[in-house]
Structures are given as structure tokens and as C-alpha cells.
């Protein structure tokens, strides 16, 4: 059974930094790209950022580049979010997820985490 448990999140000021995590088991972490992905009310899920299975390739979404980074730890099967400089803008839940290539589209994922609430007041 494959679980992704997130972590981190909350209500932060902006300008503020926060780091999520996702835990992955049940699956082979070490050949997984990992992308997250976040989802403001009334709106679509979007992606935010992707890693692949090694590392040696990312992508950000224009909205955030420069101020995030993906980055993973395969012998802990997690993947981390790093927010920096946030905006209110950034408010949205954010969804941790697996698949077998490296995409930006939701379809694309396999599986995902609960999500986690982060709130970026002004």
C-alpha cells in the first residue's frame, strides 16, 4: 500500500520561509519523480515544482522560481519542499505526489499525499 504522508505547513507572514515534506512507503521511492502541486479555493490543482528520480533534473513554475526548491532524499524516501520570500498568493493547499516520469500535469501522478494548509497572511 503506497502512502504519502506530508508535513510541515501552517500560517506564516509574508516574506517567511517554510519547508514541507513528503514520506513516501510502499513504493520505490528511488525511481519515483516527485512533483508538488497546490490548489487555491475555486481553483485548479497546479503544479509548483517536479524532481526526478535522481535528482539531476527539476522544474519550477514560473510563479515560484527563485524562491522554492524541490530537492529529495532517497535513503529517507522524502521529498521536500523549501518556500522561501512567501506571498499571499502562495495560500493554497499543497499536494505532494508520485510518478513514473517527471510531468507537470496532474494525470500524470500515480499517487498523493493528504495535503497540507499554508497560509501566508500580509
Known amino acids: 500500500q503506497v502512502q504519502l504522508v506530508q508535513s510541515g505547513g501552517g500560517l506564516v507572514q509574508a516574506g517567511d520561509s517554510l519547508r514541507l515534506s513528503c514520506a513516501a512507503s510502499?513504493?520505490?521511492?528511488?525511481?519515483?519523480?516527485m512533483g508538488w502541486f497546490r490548489q487555491a479555493p475555486g481553483k485548479d490543482r497546479d503544479i509548483v515544482a517536479v524532481?526526478?528520480?535522481?535528482?539531476?533534473?527539476?522544474y519550477y513554475a514560473d510563479s515560484v522560481k527563485g524562491r522554492f526548491t524541490i530537492s529529495r532524499d532517497n535513503a529517507k524516501s522524502t521529498v521536500y519542499l523549501q518556500m522561501s520570500s512567501l506571498k499571499p498568493e502562495d495560500t493554497a493547499v499543497y499536494y505532494c505526489?508520485?510518478?513514473?516520469?517527471?510531468?507537470?500535469?496532474?494525470?500524470?501522478?500515480?499517487?498523493w499525499g493528504q495535503g497540507t494548509q499554508v497560509t501566508v497572511s500580509s
Open positions: 524532481i526526478n528520480w535522481s535528482g539531476g533534473y527539476t
Open positions: 510502499g513504493l520505490t521511492f528511488g525511481s519515483s519523480a
Open positions: 505526489a508520485a510518478s513514473r516520469r517527471a510531468a507537470v500535469t496532474t494525470d500524470a501522478y500515480d499517487y
